[in-house]
């Protein structure tokens, strides 16, 4: 019974967290901002307590599809987090992460364990895969994050609407070397994604790769990202087009994931 509480009192912080950003994005109100920052930091220690009971309940240590939800979301929370102490001006993304985070927490709530209790998990690749995808897609999720503010700080540049949310978000420049440098990161854990579960498909079904779903979203994702970088690399690719290729990315590696969870209520494949 306690989890349940736990998880309830989780949900209405990122929610009570979600209206200050929107009152401080809206009206510019300082104060907001910082007690939605202090009451982010509360969430994400019960956040943690929350994830470790899990873990416990299942009996081994290692991520099944809730957990895996419930990790994704605090490390893409955690992050955000450590951002916006080392540069304030990344505070105004608050009101497109946390929603973000909230949605993983809440799927994580409705994805069924059960079939995973009695599973065993010999297994260090197959934890060492599943840790690998989610930190891999919550750089995605930050990456995307990134790209839409960049997209609407971008539009209202262009049509010169420099109003309050212009100025809660961090300019263009500081935006796309930002969402570059979650691109860069995410996309080897995304590669190495690929891979270890290519590896633990043939280990269970003989066949490295079954193309699913899931496996063709995550292949198309991947070439999405090897595009951008390449075009950024060699073509010289930037702003809305690398912001939309993000989007786009994003989109596949959310399928991806989706399907996973959908083919196997008890496991993430």
Known sequence: MGIYFLSIVILSLYCAIMLLYLAAFLRGFEPAAAHARTLLTITLALHTVAFFLDLKDLGYMAL?????????????????????AKKKDLRGLGLIVTPLVLTLFVVAQLVRTEGSRHVALSAALRTFHV???VIGVAAFVLAFSVSVAYLIQEYLLRTKRLGVMFKWLPDLQVLESLDSWLVTLGFPLLTLGIFTGALWNYRINHVLFDFGKGQVFAILAWFVF????????????RGRRTAWGTIVGFVFSMIALASYTIQAPGLLQ
């Open 131 to 133: 840790a690998i995808s």
């Open 64 to 84: 099944d599809a809730r957990g895996a939800m419930m990790f994704g979301s605090w490390v893409i929370g955690l992050a955000y987090l450590a951002g916006t």
């Open 226 to 237: 090897f595009g951008m970088l390449l075009l950024r690399g060699l073509a010289g690719w």
